[in-house]
């Protein structure tokens, strides 16, 4: 139907029901829009790697949320990493789990309701996670930051079509 479905705050029913509709309807891309992934982060919320898998499957995408709470793991909250160490092991573990970067993206939620990472506090501060990509990851920093979310975009969301169709009142 021209749409993607975010499967961020799905349990485990719903994420598989989706993605068995996703294969159903064309293998259309699945997106977790904002989340963290297991290898780095075992909580129940964050995906597993067959939820990896199967976004990658779908070639859809996982953005990275940007919060502590959901990149570290549970025995690292009090006193654990706190900085783009963090983002960098959520990248390394889709890359483990996938061996690729393309369904690798940035998910944000700097909507004030998480903790952020350290150096990535508000969106005005995003220029500095940029830079430590691009560094870290110089060859897929494109993918991450951008390319791979432009991609997802365009293959799966068409929008409204120019014209809607007609739509007859006659009986």
Known sequence: ???????????????DE??????????????SSHTGVKCSSDYPLNLSQDAVQQIADSQGLVGIILGTHWLRQPNEQIFGPDGFDLVFRAIDC???????????AIGSDLDGFIQPIKGCNTYADTPDLVRAIEQKYP???DKILYANALDVLERG???VPDQPPAVSLAP
């Open 157 to 159: 969301w068409r929008g």
């Open 139 to 141: 060859a897929a920093a």
């Open 94 to 104: 889709l890359y483990e789990w996938t061996g690729s970067y393309d369904h690798i």
């Open 1 to 15: 139907q021209g749409i993607l479905v975010d499967i961020t705050h799905c349990t485990q029913l719903a994420q």
């Open 18 to 31: 989706i993605f068995q509709m996703a294969r159903d309807h064309g293998n259309a891309p699945v997106i």
